[in-house]
């Protein structure tokens, strides 16, 4: 996993200007399929700790409004807050997909997930798998990559996040693509995630964020 580097605690979660039409795609995503969230029984904690993470972290992210019983969001939405639906309420604060990955029998497992905007990925296909057989398909994703990466997991630690991006380049700029659609025709976006890595101080959990652009490529020029 080239390319990571330290993260600023401050700048674990962005804001950026597509937020209000990210966050609309979410919640018809989040209120129409069951596809977009996973959660194992013994995940359940570590969902909590991450939606009051969260939480903590909005109450000083101006724009938002944190209360006792619900969030006032950028976009003047008010969001409740439900500890019994933690990856729910976090989906609809937050452009950002969040993925739990908790140690099992000494293998990083995707533990819960709430996935908005796969890329060429199926939530139910990865879910409870560890990392390697999450990247099994990954033709980059060498043992030695694997080993690199788990490495790289064991090594996090509380309140030092860490970060890397990826380029891809697609046809079509659906957020939602579990499958690439048009992948016959010539990629004219470009889709980059900003991943992050931050490790929860109770539960031990390190949370993958995604944060999704998708942005229209620009013709070259003519000589």
């Given at each position: 996993?080239p390319?990571?580097?330290?993260?600023?605690?401050?700048?674990?979660?962005?804001?950026?200007?597509?937020?209000?039409?990210?966050?609309?795609?979410r919640?018809?995503?989040?209120?129409?399929t069951?596809e977009?969230?996973?959660v194992d029984?013994?995940s359940?904690?570590?969902?909590?700790?991450?939606?009051?993470?969260?939480?903590?972290f909005?109450?000083k992210?101006?724009?938002?409004?944190?209360?006792?019983?619900?969030?006032?969001?950028?976009?003047?939405?008010?969001v409740?807050?439900?500890?019994?639906a933690?990856?729910?309420?976090?989906?609809?604060?937050?452009?950002?997909?969040?993925?739990?990955?908790q140690?099992l029998?000494?293998?990083?497992?995707?533990?819960?997930?709430v996935?908005?905007?796969?890329?060429?990925?199926?939530?139910?296909?990865k879910?409870?798998?560890?990392?390697?057989?999450?990247?099994?398909?990954?033709?980059?994703?060498?043992h030695?990559?694997?080993?690199?990466?788990?490495?790289?997991?064991?090594g996090?630690?509380i309140?030092?996040?860490?970060w890397?991006?990826?380029?891809l380049?697609?046809?079509n700029s659906?957020?939602?693509?579990?499958?690439?659609?048009?992948?016959?025709?010539?990629p004219?976006?470009?889709r980059?995630?900003?991943?992050?890595?931050?490790?929860l101080?109770?539960?031990?959990?390190?949370?993958?964020?995604?944060?999704t652009?998708?942005?229209?490529?620009?013709?070259?020029?003519?000589?």
């Amino acid at each position: 996993m080239p390319g990571v580097m330290p993260l600023d605690p401050q700048e674990w979660i962005i804001i950026d200007e597509a937020y209000e039409g990210q966050m609309a795609e979410r919640e018809f995503l989040l209120q129409n399929t069951d596809e977009v969230i996973a959660v194992d029984r013994n995940s359940e904690t570590a969902a909590c700790e991450l939606l009051d993470t969260l939480l903590d972290f909005l109450s000083k992210k101006v724009g938002f409004e944190v209360f006792q019983t619900h969030v006032v969001t950028p976009d003047m939405r008010s969001v409740k807050i439900n500890y019994d639906a933690p990856l729910l309420t976090c989906g609809l604060l937050v452009q950002n997909d969040f993925c739990i990955m908790q140690k099992l029998d000494n293998q990083h497992v995707l533990t819960a997930a709430v996935l908005c905007f796969p890329a060429n990925w199926r939530l139910d296909e990865k879910f409870m798998k560890p990392l390697f057989s999450i990247h099994e398909n990954v033709p980059e994703y060498t043992h030695g990559i694997a080993k690199r990466v788990d490495r790289i997991f064991d090594g996090i630690k509380i309140n030092h996040p860490v970060w890397r991006f990826n380029v891809l380049e697609y046809s079509n700029s659906a957020l939602h693509q579990p499958y690439r659609l048009h992948s016959d025709r010539l990629p004219s976006f470009t889709r980059s995630e900003r991943q992050t890595f931050l490790k929860l101080p109770g539960t031990g959990a390190v949370i993958f964020g995604i944060h999704t652009f998708v942005i229209k490529k620009v013709p070259s020029a003519p000589f």
